[in-house]
């Protein structure tokens, strides 16, 4: 029998600081996600306490924002897996029977952390990734990255998180494959979204992973989008492999199928992913040293 996994892609608005307002609203999308008959419901970046940053003047910098007491009093509001808005989440997983992937500002060492928790049908944390790709030209400079990519395993499907400007460097996706993700869920907060979709669209491509994105709704927003990795049929045929694309503005709960058994038999046999890739060739991919044009 084909299993059909089913993600409810949540394309809604959120209070920027109210996190009360924001939980009660995401049990809202939850309970709707289940009764359309979803296995596992995808969240926007920082769901919970909003995506906003202390207004600070531009030209501080990181350690002297840090001093001020704006950015104090911010730290102050991150949570964590034992909050009462998470754990509000995790009952509601055990009590729907569905899978969540929620996310907000976590407490970090000094900084707060973008992060997605991923919680079961049991209402259990099976996992925490932190974003590593913070945009650190931007107001994200205020943020402590994340130092790992991570799968977790999901009713036997394996996935994997990357946040919003993870998307943007190939190398998130790839090492996601590499350990095993079948799907990569996306939270997002962002515009100009035309260009990121169709980085999306070959991140599943490349590595022969299902990708769902999650991105909240406004003008030159929204565009919440999930592909398949399937891009040619078993005759060698281009295919579309555009499994949802929402439009700018609309508020609502989307539902993207995966067919894992079709995924799974076109990973058996495709030459994407980590088939014949020449690895000896990537040492510089390691090479730390920023050369111009892209100093910054």
């Not at 104090?72 to 964590?80: F, G, P, R, S, T």
Request: proline content about 4%; hydrophobic content about 40%; aromatic content about 8%.
């Amino acid at each position: 029998m084909t299993k059909i996994f089913r993600i409810a892609i949540v394309q809604e608005t959120r209070d920027p600081y109210n996190m009360t307002l924001n939980t009660n609203k995401g049990l809202s999308a939850v309970k709707k996600a289940k009764e359309l008959g979803a296995d596992l419901v995808l969240f926007p970046e920082c769901w919970i306490t909003g995506y906003e940053f202390p207004k600070v003047h531009k030209k501080l910098t990181t350690k002297e924002i840090m001093k001020t007491t704006e950015f104090k009093e911010w730290n102050n509001l991150a949570i964590d897996e034992n909050s009462d808005h998470i754990q509000t989440f995790c009952k509601a997983a055990k009590l729907l029977n569905i899978g969540i992937v929620i996310t907000a500002y976590t407490k970090g060492v000094k900084k707060p952390q973008n992060s997605a928790f991923v919680i079961n049908r049991n209402g259990e944390i099976i996992m925490k990734y932190s974003k590593v790709h913070t945009c650190d030209f931007a107001d994200e400079r205020m943020l402590e990255s994340g130092d790992e990519f991570k799968v977790c395993e999901f009713e036997g499907v394996k996935l994997g998180v990357m946040i919003c400007y993870d998307r943007e460097y190939p190398e998130s996706a790839r090492i996601l494959m590499l350990k095993g993700a079948e799907l990569i869920l996306v939270p997002n907060d962002c515009e100009s979204m035309k260009p990121r979709i169709q980085a999306l669209s070959t991140r599943a491509y490349e590595n022969m992973v299902g990708v769902a994105m999650s991105n909240p709704p406004r003008k030159n927003a929204g565009c919440s989008c999930a592909f398949s990795p399937i891009t040619w049929d078993k005759n060698g045929i281009p295919i579309d492999n555009t499994i949802l694309l929402a439009d700018a503005e609309t508020e609502d709960v989307f539902i993207a199928e995966f067919d894992l058994e079709k995924i799974r038999d076109y990973r058996k046999h495709e030459m994407m992913g980590n088939t014949f890739r020449k690895v000896k060739a990537y040492s510089e991919l390691l090479n730390a040293a920023i050369k111009e044009p892209f100093i910054r």
